[in-house]
């Protein structure tokens, strides 16, 4: 399952890919298009997150529609703020009646936690028994409100 912040802060171009300024949303997708293409023969979802966190795809073997839902994600789609443990609760949801070995979270922001009704860390506390693999990408530090 992968979480992708689509808060305003996303929307900053202070890096680059092929050498040309890029947002980071941007070089976000890129990252996780290159990531879902790598995926054959596995399950991948999407949750998609800022003001509020929600499932934009449940997983399913249909890499390509999950790719092309990737593509269409705007910045602000549902605000400008930043609901990393919403994203983390819900995509943990999503994960828990899954095999063991197949429970993995890849959570792509820039790390700024202001909005939402969970915490971060209460959010990866409860994860931990529902998630076998998480892999944080994050920009700075992710202070909690």
Do not use: H
């Not at 997708?29 to 966190?53: C, H, I, M, Y």
């Amino acid at each position: 399952m992968m979480a992708i912040d689509l808060s305003g802060s996303m929307e900053e171009e202070d890096l680059t890919r092929g050498g040309q300024r890029a947002t980071r949303l941007d070089v976000v997708k890129q990252a996780a298009d290159d990531f879902l293409q790598r995926r054959e023969g596995d399950r991948v979802g999407l949750v998609l997150f800022s003001d509020r966190a929600y499932l934009q795809s449940p997983l399913t073997f249909d890499r390509e529609v999950v790719r092309e839902l990737l593509g269409q994600a705007q910045v602000g789609l549902t605000g400008q703020k930043t609901a990393i443990g919403d994203a983390i609760a819900i995509a943990a949801k999503r994960l828990k009646d899954r095999a063991e070995d197949s429970r993995v979270l890849v959570l792509l922001t820039d790390g700024a936690n202001n909005e939402g009704v969970m915490e971060p860390l209460q959010a990866a506390a409860l994860a931990k028994n529902w998630v076998s693999g998480f892999i944080p990408s994050v920009w700075g530090r992710m202070p909690c409100r």
